[in-house]
């Protein structure tokens, strides 16, 4: 019966047009590969999980174009998928995201729809790059501030007060979290709100004149992986 099925349905697959479509399919995703690296803002190393967009998009190009041509053979597809298993995990959702990008093109171009796949494609790259520019022109918030510098034991007192004043000068809020005096160092921590990166330079600047040596490590919250 699937022989009939098969006789009934199959297509001769034109190997020009796969051959076009493979081709626009390694422009986009070199393209995809390009956005990913510029305007992601995942924690992995984006410049080597971007190396697998080409593999998945002409992957996917090139199973959809044969199997197009047979309804026996897309059965066998679904029969073969079913045992495959994919034990890498995908830790951030705009990974997923990319990924599903990468094999909707694919799924465009295996099946001969290379100019909606184009069009389409590139408008949501487009509306993702707008995307990502706005977030990174996002003014900085939610900054975790974390001090340390050397200090005589005859003039700690008062350091602290002297410190937050110095950072809630810069910030729109300043939350001590933190503060340790060990012997001739001394170590805080600070969840802030600031403006701007000029507010941020202003603030390393005074810190650095009123604690001279002072360590000063920021961390966005907002990139911070959740556990």
Not at 111 to 136: D, E, F, N, P
Not at 186 to 204: H, I, P, R, W
Request: proline share 3%; net charge negative.
């Amino acid at each position: 019966m699937l022989e009939q099925l098969s006789s009934a349905t199959a297509a001769p697959l034109s190997i020009y047009l796969l051959l076009v479509n493979l081709g626009v399919g390694v422009v986009l995703s070199l393209i995809l590969r390009w956005h990913f690296q510029t305007f992601s803002s995942t924690l992995s190393n984006r410049e080597e999980f971007a190396q697998v967009f080409p593999f998945i998009l002409l992957t996917t190009v090139l199973i959809i174009s044969v199997v197009k041509s047979s309804l026996a053979l897309s059965l066998g597809l679904v029969g073969a998928l079913s045992i495959v298993r994919f034990r890498t995990p995908v830790k951030e959702p705009e990974e997923l995201a990319y990924l599903f990008v990468a094999i909707a093109m694919g799924l465009g171009l295996g099946a001969g729809q290379t100019w909606t796949t184009i069009v389409a494609g590139l408008s949501i790259l487009g509306v993702m790059a707008l995307l990502g520019w706005r977030h990174q022109e996002r003014e900085n918030k939610n900054l975790y501030l974390s001090v340390d510098w050397q200090h005589d034991a005859a003039e700690s007192a008062g350091q602290l007060s002297r410190l937050s004043g110095v950072v809630a000068a810069h910030a729109d809020t300043a939350d001590l979290r933190r503060f340790d005096i060990r012997g001739d160092s001394a170590e805080a921590a600070y969840l802030v709100d600031v403006e701007s990166s000029t507010k941020l330079d202003e603030l390393v600047q005074e810190l650095q004149r009123a604690f001279p040596g002072i360590g000063v490590t920021f961390v966005d919250q907002s990139r911070m992986p959740s556990i």
